[in-house]
C-alpha cells in the first residue's frame, strides 16, 4: 500500500504529527503540574509517531483509514487530558496556545518569511491546523473586507472524537481555537484570529474572523 502514497498523504501526515506534538505538550503540562492520571492516557495513546515514516508504519492497511485512525487517536487523547484537568481546561487552553506560537515560528522560519496577506496566512492555517480528512467538510473562507477574512465550517469534524470521552466539547473546541490564535498572531503580529460563534456552543455553525492590518 505504501507504493500509493502520494504527496495529500505526506502532507496530512505532517499535520497529525503536529496535532500529536500538541496532544504530549499537554500532557506534559499536566503531569508537571502533579496529574496523576497522565500516565495512562499516554500509555493508552501508545507508540508515538514523531521520528517515524509513513510508509514503513502504514503496512498493508488502506490509507484512507490509517489516517483516519491516526487522526482520532490524537483527539481522543487530548480530549481526555481534558477529562483530567479539572479546571474548566484553563491551563491547557495556555499550553495549545503557546504551542500554536511555537508551530507558526517553525513555519515561518520554513517560509523565510512572514506571510503578508489574508490568503497567505490561510494557506500556513490550511498546512498546518488538522481540520479531518480532505473528503471531510472543512472551512470556507470569504472575503469581508480588505483586511478581514472569514473562517466557518457548517460543522465540526471533531466532535465525534471528543465525545468518546467524558470532556466538555465546549472545553475542547476552546483549545482547538486557542491553538490557532496563537497560530496566527505569530505568523503575523498584525494578524488576529477572533471566534464569532461554535458548534459546541449551539450555534448554527462556526464562524471566526483572520484580521491583518
Known sequence: MSLFLGPIHIWMFNKILILESRAFALAEALEKSGNGGVGAVVEEYGQRLEGRNLADILGDNSIHQFLYGLIGRAQIMEARLMELAGD?????????????????????????????????????????????????????TTQESKTVMGYCHSSCNHIQNWSYTGADVKAMCGLTNAWLAGFVSELNPAAVYEVKETLAEGAGSCRATITLG
Open 88 to 140: 474548566g481546561g484553563a491551563q491547557l487552553v495556555k499550553v495549545a496556545e503557546e504551542h500554536g506560537r511555537q508551530t507558526a515560528r517553525g513555519a515561518v522560519a520554513k517560509a523565510g518569511s512572514n506571510p503578508q496577506t489574508l490568503e497567505d496566512i490561510y494557506r500556513q492555517v490550511n498546512d498546518h491546523h488538522m481540520e479531518g480528512m480532505p473528503c471531510d467538510p472543512g472551512a470556507e
